[in-house]
């Protein structure tokens, strides 16, 4: 650590001490993660130098890296600079790393910053590198600058602090206030939420800390002049440090009885001044070269500075070495940047403005001239423009379409420059605000969204726009909920003479899904059916696959699982061959998860979800493939891990449709844990997702559902009746009885002694029909439990519960087994009846259904029997006897040095679902790391491997 570094850390012992308390984390098999916020000059740089230090100093391997302005055109380049310097991963590793990057980097359209496959590889392939190496030993991961960081380095960031919490993996990252994206700050806060995380800035040093740090550096202490004086630093380190180098150079210091003061006739000098003082040495080629360097601005290599002069790298040569060798400018890796970014803001600003403008108009069009990045080509270009460039407006918009899909923050910003320098009676002022409103409302920006698109909407009269104006405010109307408001803006637009047939097409397909999710049904369906009738040359792929997942959606509600099939299969095929990626943004596995919910194929739902998630890591669909996961594996009776699903989708306020499935998941699982609290507080949250929904809406019976189930455990049967019977009213007019199957034993149950057998009744022949024509295991299993609950049929009964043995849905089978028992013990058959009893409460058990375990305990005790003698005891909360099977077989895999990512991908399972499984044995074993466990679990074989411990013994 240089003298400087050292000086920086003057008053910094609160954060030191920190630092230090990661290093203990890690040291003891934990993680943590350390933010570390402030201004240039405040010592974020030098706290990380002293962490690496000291991780190296404990055998720690430790890896570094720094974004830099101007970079975002260089994905993960901090990470892939950070890995390349650790040690214990396989080459290929790295390999495919590169490869991902090299492979979205060709082209000049440079594909990986729209491919949504590809990022999810590459963010993937990062994280599972340092979970390997981390497995072998602590390693911690320093990156700086992160307020310049690419999406796809943030999103790394976050995927590591987040799903590596099981390895002894530290990381530290710093960053200034300033700038900071929408992106950014959901990334950090969400960061700074986890509880290993720990979140400070690096406030001014207060006057004990400066005086320290002035006395280190003149070796006196000072003098309330040279105070006064050293107070225009304002308390950061750097600018402190500079200028007493400064004024000591000049002899401006005097050291008197121990006492360091100001010459009388000295004048204090700036701090642009005290900081370009540094450029002073330098020859007049080294000063061009410095100042060019300014104006490019981040990382930049040679053949920059060559094109922008106009002379060869060798020409070049003497004046770079002399400005590394002066300090100014450093090296990283095969490419340069300032020492600190303080001295190329001083740089830049000594240049006069008029200049400065025209230095970015000459970069910009060198680096156009040679295929430069859009994005870099774009900023030196609009910083130079002025109104009416065209040049610049074009680059502006090729450089937002470049980064929108990852980016939305950028592309907002890029369009808005590119609307300033449009002349106000120019058409295309409008076009460009249209582009405008998508990334406003994908960067969390709604309401801005929707008043652009108004405002735009008021002034323009060209058909097309208004077109994609009202789709734009349809899928912001959608987001929010305001199902009624899109489907109106949709069919405005459709309405617009003028408006050209693919852009019909593009309306009619949204509307599709707008008119059966509002309840009409016949609506939709000729919506969807008249963009199937048209030509490829019309309907493009996106539209094709929009209006076959509207049909396909609308097959399953109807329960006519062999057309929903076959819709899903086409929607797959047109999404998979389209190699622009427009069908595949809409996520057509989401119906493919939806319809194979109702076919009762939850391992077939998961690999679903898994593929849909690799290709949208990080946007919107990734919330509904959670939410639809969470349901799958809610009706399988996992439930903790469709609570991390849930959990998913919930963490994001801005995707609002999803949150009704979601809050509906959690709701059930607390009740039947006895969790009512919760219950309440999820019931109560997700009425704000319904707004103007329609029966339709996915998610909605089984909000109704848990809504009636509340009010039965409030003690208010007749509510909880009512709710459900005005739920299977709606759906059954609607012709969509799938969508409620799962709800129609408990109407039936609730029906009969409330004297309404007609209706219990009706609902079991419904069911039977449905059977009919769906013939899944489950819904067959429903449609026995309804007949036999109406005909007080315990046979009937037993055989819905051994219907429901090939279902995947354990928690259905134990409420048919229970029935079955109430039912044998109504006629009699006690014996019986506490059999089918103690089966449904060994399900019940199983899944952590305490309320149902308890109603059945009680059933149990009226018939006679002892607890104490008979029956299973209630799993322990603390222990091996306390996991559940999905929790060994996390373990087991543990044990085969599996990465999350790996074991989820073995388990067909998301990594955080996994993280939650681990989460919970280590405290259910007393575990604090992975190491620990895999130590404990050595010592169980019989339990974590049972096969291998009767073969070794």
């Avoid at 960067?443 to 994609?468: C, F, K, M, N, Y």
């Avoid at 898994?610 to 509904?624: H, K, N, P, S, Y």
């Avoid at 939650?916 to 620990?932: D, I, P, Q």
Wanted: charge should be negative; proline fraction near 4%.
């Amino acid at each position: 650590m240089s003298s400087a570094d050292v000086h920086a850390l003057v008053g910094r012992d609160p954060q030191v001490a920190t630092l230090r308390k990661l290093l203990d984390r890690m040291e003891a098999g934990a993680s943590g993660v350390v933010i570390i916020e402030g201004e240039g000059g405040s010592g974020k740089t030098a706290l990380l130098s002293l962490a690496r230090i000291e991780a190296s100093a404990r055998h720690f391997q430790a890896a570094s890296g720094a974004a830099a302005e101007l970079d975002s055109d260089r994905p993960l380049s901090p990470l892939v600079e950070a890995l390349a310097r650790l040690a214990g991963s396989d080459d290929a590793d790295r390999a495919l790393i590169n490869g991902l990057l090299a492979k979205g980097m060709t082209g000049a359209d440079r594909s990986l910053l729209g491919s949504r496959e590809l990022r999810f590889r590459a963010t993937d392939a990062v994280v599972g590198l340092l979970e390997r190496v981390a497995q072998d030993g602590p390693v911690l991961l320093t990156v700086d600058d992160v307020q310049w960081a690419d999406p796809l380095t943030v999103m790394a960031i976050r995927q590591a602090a987040r799903q590596l919490g099981h390895v002894p993996l530290g990381v530290v990252v710093a960053l200034r206030p300033l700038p900071r994206s929408v992106e950014l700050g959901r990334v950090i806060a969400d960061i700074g939420g986890l509880p290993q995380a720990v979140h400070m800035s690096l406030e001014p040093l207060g006057q004990a800390a400066v005086r320290e740090l002035v006395h280190r550096r003149v070796g006196a202490d000072p003098g309330r002049d040279l105070m006064h004086l050293i107070d225009r630093a304002g308390g950061n380190p750097f600018y402190i440090d500079e200028l007493v180098a400064a004024l000591r150079e000049g002899d401006a210091i005097r050291v008197e009885d121990g006492r360091a003061s100001v010459a009388r006739d000295s004048t204090p000098p700036s701090f642009r001044a005290t900081v370009l003082r540094q450029l002073d040495p330098l020859s007049r080629e080294a000063h061009e070269v410095v100042r060019i360097a300014a104006i490019l601005g981040g990382p930049f290599g040679v053949s920059d500075l060559a094109l922008v002069l106009g002379r060869t790298p060798s020409a070049l040569a003497a004046p770079v070495t002399e400005a590394i060798a002066t300090g100014v400018i450093g090296e990283m890796g095969d490419r340069l940047r300032f020492r600190h970014d303080v001295v190329r803001e001083a740089a830049y600003e000594a240049v006069p403005r008029s200049l400065r403008k025209a230095l970015h108009l000459q970069v910009g069009r060198c680096l156009a001239a040679a295929g430069g990045a859009p994005t870099e080509v774009a900023f030196h270009l609009s910083a130079g423009a002025t109104t009416g460039d065209g040049q610049a407006i074009d680059w502006l918009v090729r450089a937002a379409r470049q980064v929108g899909p990852f980016a939305p923050t950028t592309a907002s910003d890029l369009l808005r420059r590119a609307i300033e320098l449009t002349e106000r009676t120019d058409p295309l002022r409008d076009v460009i605000a249209t582009e405008l409103v998508m990334p406003l409302g994908r960067s969390g920006r709604l309401g801005e969204a929707i008043r652009l698109a108004g405002e735009v909407l008021a002034r323009t009269s060209d058909p097309e726009l208004i077109g994609q104006l009202q789709c734009l405010l349809a899928k912001g109307f959608q987001v929010q909920g305001r199902l009624a408001e899109s489907l109106n803006a949709l069919e405005t637009g459709l309405a617009q003479p003028g408006v050209s047939q693919s852009m019909r097409m593009v309306l009619l397909a949204d509307i599709a899904g707008r008119r059966f999710t509002s309840g009409d049904i016949d609506g939709g369906r000729a919506a969807a059916e008249a963009v199937l009738g048209q030509t490829d040359a019309v309907a493009s792929p996106g539209p094709m696959c929009t209006a076959l997942s509207a049909l396909a959606l609308m097959a399953t509600m109807a329960g006519r699982l062999e057309e929903a099939a076959e819709y899903v299969r086409r929607a797959l095929d047109v999404a998979d061959r389209d190699v622009s990626g427009e069908a595949q943004a809409w996520g057509p596995r989401i119906f493919l998860a939806y319809y194979l919910v109702v076919a009762d194929r939850v391992d077939d739902l998961q690999r679903a979800v898994a593929r849909g998630r690799e290709l949208d890591e990080g946007g919107t669909m990734a919330r509904v493939y959670a939410a639809h996961s969470a349901l799958g594996l809610f009706l399988a009776g996992r439930w903790d891990e469709a609570l991390a699903e849930a959990d998913i989708t919930l963490a994001d306020e801005v995707w609002r449709p999803m949150s009704v499935l979601a809050f509906a998941v959690v709701a059930h699982i607390a009740l039947h844990r006895g969790e009512h609290p919760r219950a309440r507080r999820a019931l109560e949250a997700a009425e704000k997702g319904l707004d103007s929904g329609g029966p339709t809406r996915i998610g909605r019976a089984r909000l109704m559902w848990a809504k009636a189930k509340m009010a039965e455990t409030d003690g208010d049967p007749a509510k909880a009746l009512a709710i459900l019977e005005a739920t299977w009213a709606n759906l059954d007019s609607f012709g969509i009885p799938a969508e409620g199957y799962d709800l129609a034993p408990d109407l039936v149950r609730l029906a009969l002694p409330a004297g309404k057998v007609s209706l219990a009744a009706d609902v079991a022949s419904g069911m039977e029909e449905l059977a009919a024509r769906c013939a899944t295991p489950s819904m067959k299993g429903a449609a026995e439990r309804c007949r036999g609950l109406v005909d007080d049929d315990a046979s009937m009964l037993a055989g819905a519960a051994e219907t429901l043995r090939s279902s995947s849905r354990a928690w259905e089978r134990a409420g048919a087994l229970e029935d079955a028992g109430m039912a044998q013990a109504r006629g009699g058959s006690h014996r019986d009846g506490a059999a089918f009893l103690e089966a449904a409460l060994d399900l019940y058990e199983r899944v952590g259904a305490r309320s149902d375990e308890a109603r059945v305990n009680a059933a149990l005790r009226a018939l006679g029997v002892r607890r104490g003698r008979r029956g299973r005891r209630a799993r322990p909360t603390h222990g091996w006897g306390s996991l559940t099977p999905s929790e060994l077989e996390v373990i087991r895999l543990t044990t085969e040095g599996l990465t999350s990512r790996a074991i989820g991908e073995r388990l067909f399972i998301s990594p955080r679902t996994v993280q939650t499984h681990l989460a919970h044995v280590f405290s259910k074993l007393g575990c604090s790391n992975r190491m620990e466990l895999v130590a404990v679990a050595s010592r169980h074989r019989e339990i974590v491997r049972p096969e291998a411990a009767e073969i070794a013994d």
